[in-house]
């Protein structure tokens, strides 16, 4: 049963930390008007370098939830701008973060505007990033190594390159691999929630069910992970995502059961992102959604 590529759903820097509010640590996983209200709260010139950086998040991060291109390219360019400021005072935990969100911001962009130049200056940023954080701060290595596995991912998906999207796997198992990520912790849900994605590409591009069965196994334990944390947001992103890999596996397997679930899941995601007005991630799902329902009419007429 041929099966067409989903609208890929992302968890980028997803932090898996605290309540599900703005706070000054996190802000991946704020609402749109929680976004609004940094963009409001922090001038837009002549704030220091890392509230700043934090102004440029908020906009490419509500950009990105809102669908508004301008305003991830606005923030992009803020981040940037940071970056520049910091290149000639020294590296430290500010510049790292500023080369993430630069990375962050861009991959958005070329997501949207299937720009290939855009996730090739987003690879540097991480790799320049993490080859300073692997000695210097190495608590920040693991999750730039995934931003930079996303990053491969994503170019390896525009060009519906298999050997690419390897390489981005091996990316994410490294940073898997990492002593300092054990078992259960936030930081490997959040890595596996992104290797989970990858692994339903290279499953809908080849004839091998394999890896969509690991994408479901990793999401189901992330799924796990946030259901007692106040992360709506970042429940919502993994229910979609597993969504998608149930009806990958349903199709191959011809498992009505699987693709049953993954319209459950689809519909509790779309209706979070309706309850926060994040139109372009309410949207994205409810496209693999209809796709899921169309597995389901398939396999139901086959039986």
Avoid: H
Wanted: charged share 20%; hydrophobic share 50%.
């Amino acid at each position: 049963m041929p099966i067409r590529p989903f609208i890929a759903l992302l968890v980028l820097a997803a932090a898996l930390s605290g309540a599900a509010v703005a706070a000054e640590s996190d802000l991946s996983d704020a609402s749109p008007a929680e976004l609004q209200a940094v963009i409001a709260r922090i001038p837009a010139s002549g704030a220091p370098a890392e509230q700043a950086l934090r102004r440029a998040e908020a906009m490419f991060r509500l950009g990105d939830l809102s669908g508004d291109v301008g305003m991830i390219r606005r923030g992009a360019d803020a981040a940037g701008a940071v970056l520049a400021s910091l290149e000639t005072g020294g590296r430290g935990a500010l510049w790292v973060k500023a080369n993430k969100d630069v990375g962050t911001a861009l991959v958005m962009l070329a997501r949207r505007t299937n720009d290939r130049g855009r996730l090739d200056e987003a690879i540097a940023a991480f790799e320049s990033a993490a080859l300073f954080a692997r000695d210097s701060q190495p608590d920040q290595w693991p999750g730039l190594t995934n931003s930079l596995a996303i990053a491969q991912w994503t170019k390896g998906r525009m060009a519906r390159d298999v050997a690419a999207i390897k390489v981005a796997n091996q990316t994410f198992r490294s940073a898997l691999s990492d002593p300092s990520i054990k078992p259960g912790d936030r930081e490997r849900v959040r890595i596996q929630v992104n290797m989970a994605s990858a692994l339903v590409e290279l499953a809908m591009m080849s004839t091998d069910v394999a890896p969509a069965d690991e994408a479901v196994t990793q999401l189901r334990a992330a799924l796990a992970m946030v259901e007692p944390l106040n992360l709506p947001g970042q429940k919502a992103i993994i229910q979609g995502n597993l969504a998608q890999a149930l009806t990958v596996r349903g199709a191959y397997n011809k498992v009505a059961a699987d693709v049953e679930e993954a319209v459950a899941l689809g519909k509790a995601a779309v209706a979070y992102w309706d309850s926060v007005g994040a139109t372009d991630a309410r949207n994205d799902t409810e496209l693999n959604l209809q796709q899921s329902y169309g597995v389901l009419t398939e396999l139901y007429s086959i039986r």
